[in-house]
């Protein structure tokens, strides 16, 4: 069994500072590593993956998050927000490619507000 | 432009109507799923299909139903056995070849 959890359900930040959105993870396999961005009303859009290549991994709009299998973390960080960051953001994992649909399983979410 | 195409954007519903969803992909994906969203509690699966007139139930399939005659397409139905429908309700997509799913943009359901 997998589950995710996304350590913080509200992260504020001012503009133009760091970012960070914590994810911890558990996976009977090697896990493949998700993380999605929703904007107010809108679908999921993938910033990034994990998928056991580089341990650092760079997604869209400056984001990045690094794979620690010691830890089974997989946070999420940007070194400067912006306005337009201000979104829900999902971690999520999953345990083997394709259809399935034990094979996907998302954190509660984590709201990012943007302090002018 | 590939992608997946939900509709309406924005949909009311009496009480005791039956009401569906469309979803729309031309992507060429296998596998489609629906999935619930609630504040506060992520993403629930309602129902997901991984064929042509093949579909399972997921967590929470009470008070919904799907068909999949069409590979590119995969309606929710909210039938009146839903006591609690009102949600924004997404719709994905996703291949054998790739490992992360494809969204809609949405449908937000409220009953009025």
């Known amino acids: 069994a997998q589950s995710v959890t996304q350590l913080d359900s509200h992260v504020s930040v001012s503009e133009g500072t760091p970012v960070l959105l914590r994810c911890n993870y558990s996976?009977?396999?090697?896990?493949?590593l998700f993380w999605y961005v929703q904007h107010p009303n809108k679908g999921l859009q993938l910033l990034l993956k994990y998928t056991s290549a580089a341990t650092l991994v760079k997604g869209i709009n400056g984001f990045e998050a690094e794979f620690k299998k010691s830890e089974t973390s997989f946070h999420l960080t940007k070194p400067s927000a912006h306005m337009s960051d201000a979104a829900e953001y999902f971690c999520?994992?999953?345990?083997?490619?394709?259809?399935?649909?034990?094979?996907?399983?998302f954190g509660k979410g984590t709201h990012l507000i943007i302090q002018p | 432009d590939g992608g997946i195409t939900q509709s309406p954007k924005y949909l009311f519903r009496k009480e005791g109507q039956n009401v569906t969803l469309s979803c729309e992909q031309n992507l060429n994906h296998d596998a489609m799923y629906w999935y619930r969203q609630d504040p506060g509690q992520g993403l629930r699966l309602i129902y997901y299909s991984q064929i042509v007139n093949d579909f399972q139930k997921g967590d929470i399939a009470e008070g919904y139903s799907v068909s999949r005659e069409k590979k590119e397409s995969f309606p929710l139905t909210v039938t009146s056995a839903q006591k609690n429908p009102t949600a924004f309700y997404l719709c994905?997509?996703?291949?054998?070849?790739?490992?992360?799913?494809?969204f809609g943009q949405g449908t937000r359901l409220t009953v009025v």
């Open positions: 999520v994992v999953s345990d083997r490619a394709g259809g399935g649909a034990d094979g996907l399983t």
């Open positions: 996976s009977s396999y090697s896990p493949s």
């Open positions: 994905a997509s996703r291949s054998t070849g790739y490992i992360e799913a494809f």
